[in-house]
């Protein structure tokens, strides 16, 4: 099959405005669409994440139903030559690096949660090729 990539992922929520506060506020993606008690979505590079609250979306009736609950994880890319600024910039923001993994081949990537306890990954372009 000739996939190019994965255009959108989701995560499960339970505070439309602290999902805004944290990823459009201070990892700045800009915010696309926000659905009052239901969602909102952002920008990331060329995907878009998805923030459902999931009591609503398992209800769903015009769409497949779908929900999740616990500790996601999902990996942010950026420039391998803006790896160490980004992860500057997070700290700067506050927001504490729970974990710094060594891959090898001087590759690492850092974790850290969002305010839902979500775990956040951040790699360097490159790291899986």
Same mark, same amino acid.
């Given at each position: 099959?000739?996939?190019?990539?994965?255009?959108?992922?989701?995560?499960?929520?339970?505070?439309?405005?602290? #999902?805004?506060?944290?990823?459009? %506020?201070? =990892?700045?993606?800009?915010?696309?669409?926000?659905?009052?008690?239901?969602?909102?979505?952002?920008?990331?590079?060329?995907?878009?994440? =998805?923030?459902?609250?999931?009591?609503? +979306?398992?209800?769903?009736?015009?769409?497949?139903?779908?929900?999740?609950?616990?500790?996601?994880?999902? #990996?942010?890319?950026?420039? #391998?030559?803006?790896?160490?600024? +980004?992860?500057?910039? =997070?700290?700067?923001?506050?927001?504490?690096? +729970?974990? +710094?993994?060594?891959? %090898?081949?001087?590759?690492?990537?850092?974790?850290?949660?969002?305010?839902?306890?979500?775990? =956040?990954?951040?790699?360097?372009? %490159?790291?899986?090729?």
């Amino acid at each position: 099959m000739p996939y190019t990539g994965i255009k959108e992922t989701c995560l499960y929520i339970d505070d439309l405005q602290k #999902a805004i506060e944290f990823y459009q %506020g201070l =990892l700045e993606m800009p915010l696309i669409s926000i659905v009052e008690e239901r969602h909102v979505f952002f920008r990331c590079g060329s995907t878009v994440l =998805l923030c459902f609250l999931p009591e609503v +979306t398992k209800e769903e009736s015009t769409l497949p139903p779908h929900f999740a609950y616990g500790k996601q994880h999902l #990996a942010f890319e950026v420039p #391998a030559g803006d790896f160490q600024k +980004t992860k500057d910039l =997070l700290i700067n923001k506050g927001i504490a690096i +729970t974990h +710094t993994q060594d891959w %090898g081949n001087n590759q690492n990537s850092i974790y850290f949660d969002d305010p839902f306890g979500h775990v =956040l990954e951040i790699v360097p372009k %490159g790291i899986w090729e």
